[in-house]
């Protein structure tokens, strides 16, 4: 047996062919394209083929899953029934992960893991997730749900069913560009535990609403929202220092900062602050930029030796408020796009299984004997 290591940090417990991260020079690449050159040149439904495919679509095939994705857009009947029932109150990643777990009783074969039925589940659940958020959305609101519009894309039909109106072009593209950089990430926990659960030869809507759970954690996808209401704790620029330098004295962590490969800054991250830089000065939002920029140069002063720089989570915050997201449908935007991660990895692991089961290393007393319950 391998000594323990708290955290399984460094354990290599998967092999896949989707992303490659090097923490150290700060690369992500999914089937080795580069993550910047994915989100100014690809689009989230390439993205996705991408990694259940392990290459890029020839423009026939594209076209094809795009359709195929986009006919998903449309909720049962049953489903919008289900979710009108649901309390208005709900927390929208509770609601997700209960809605996920609920499709699999609108399945005529719902326990099927050939590698064919995980892709036509997968698909299934990539096309209802933004349409499952947008009508619960609308619903709390009060408002009737949208029926999706023919030809229109992923990003642009989630913002179109949530609203009610087309998006602009620039708030499609950024939508779609997020959804692109959240795509997947090695074995983050979400992912291990879709990958864990699914070796069990259990169904894909188990190991998908399994990592719905973990990734809700504000140590994982939660920490997006983490950073929203710390940034609204701030006042103004000059509050910075002040409130940094006290969270780093009372070892409070500072949401979006740190990763457990990462050690410089996480490339996303780039991505992610030159899109909220511009969004922001689209939308009257620099005020955010500005404090979001002022806390990493002071993190980067106190604790950029210490490997610690923003992650993908930081400037995501900023980017989905100017998008007009509301903070509790941040971590849920996370989840739509990892759903095509997750489900990548699932198709993996049937592809060549293995039971994940790991040790513990027992460290309690031994030979003890019982003792009866008048002698306690
Ligand atoms: C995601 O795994 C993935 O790939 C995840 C993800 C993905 O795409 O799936 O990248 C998405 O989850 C990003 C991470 C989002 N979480 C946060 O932003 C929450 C804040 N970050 C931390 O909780 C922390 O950095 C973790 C959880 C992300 C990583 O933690 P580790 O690897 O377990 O490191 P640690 O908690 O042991 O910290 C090591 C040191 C400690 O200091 P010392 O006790 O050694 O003096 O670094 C310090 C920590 O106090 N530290 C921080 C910090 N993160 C670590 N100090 C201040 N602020 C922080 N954010």
């Given at each position: 047996m391998s000594t323990y290591v708290k955290g399984l940090e460094?354990?290599?417990?998967a092999q896949t062919e989707m992303s490659h991260i090097d923490g150290q020079k700060g690369i992500l690449e999914y089937v080795g394209i580069a993550i910047g050159d994915l989100s100014t040149k690809s689009t989230f439904e390439e993205t996705v083929f991408l990694l259940w495919n392990k290459r890029l679509p020839k423009q026939d095939e594209l076209d094809a899953f795009s359709k195929d994705l986009a006919k998903r857009f449309a909720l049962p009947a049953a489903i919008v029934e289900e979710i009108r029932r649901l309390p208005k109150t709900a927390e929208p990643m509770h609601m997700l992960r209960t809605m996920v777990s609920s499709l699999a009783m609108y399945d005529e074969d719902p326990n099927a893991n050939s590698v064919e039925a995980a892709r036509e589940k997968s698909i299934n659940i990539l096309g209802y997730a933004p349409s499952i958020v947008a009508t619960f959305d609308r619903y709390r609101r009060g408002l009737d749900p949208i029926a999706p519009q023919p030809g229109m894309s992923f990003a642009e039909n989630f913002l179109y069913m949530l609203n009610g109106e087309k998006p602009t072009e620039t708030m499609a593209r950024a939508f779609d560009i997020c959804m692109i950089l959240h795509a997947d990430h090695g074995l983050n926990n979400s992912t291990f535990s879709a990958r864990s659960i699914i070796s069990t030869l259990s169904d894909v809507y188990s190991a998908i609403t399994g990592a719905i759970g973990s990734l809700r954690g504000p140590l994982h996808g939660g920490a997006n929202e983490g950073v929203m209401k710390m940034l609204g704790e701030i006042d103004s620029v000059d509050d910075v220092e002040s409130f940094v330098m006290g969270r780093l004295e009372r070892k409070d962590k500072i949401m979006g900062f740190g990763h457990r490969v990462y050690k410089t800054k996480d490339p996303r991250a780039n991505a992610l602050q030159a899109l909220a830089k511009q969004l922001a000065e689209d939308t009257g939002n620099m005020d955010l930029y500005n404090k979001s920029h002022r806390i990493e140069e002071i993190m980067e002063r106190e604790v950029g030796a210490k490997g610690i720089y923003p992650n993908v989570d930081f400037y995501s915050a900023t980017t989905y408020h100017c998008i007009g997201l509301k903070l509790d449908l941040f971590t849920p935007m996370f989840a739509l796009s990892r759903l095509g991660g997750w489900s990548g990895h699932i198709i993996e692991q049937l592809e060549d299984n293995r039971l994940y089961r790991p040790s513990a290393e027992y460290i309690g007393k031994h030979e003890v004997p019982y003792t009866p319950m008048n002698q306690r």
């Open positions: 460094g354990i290599v417990a």
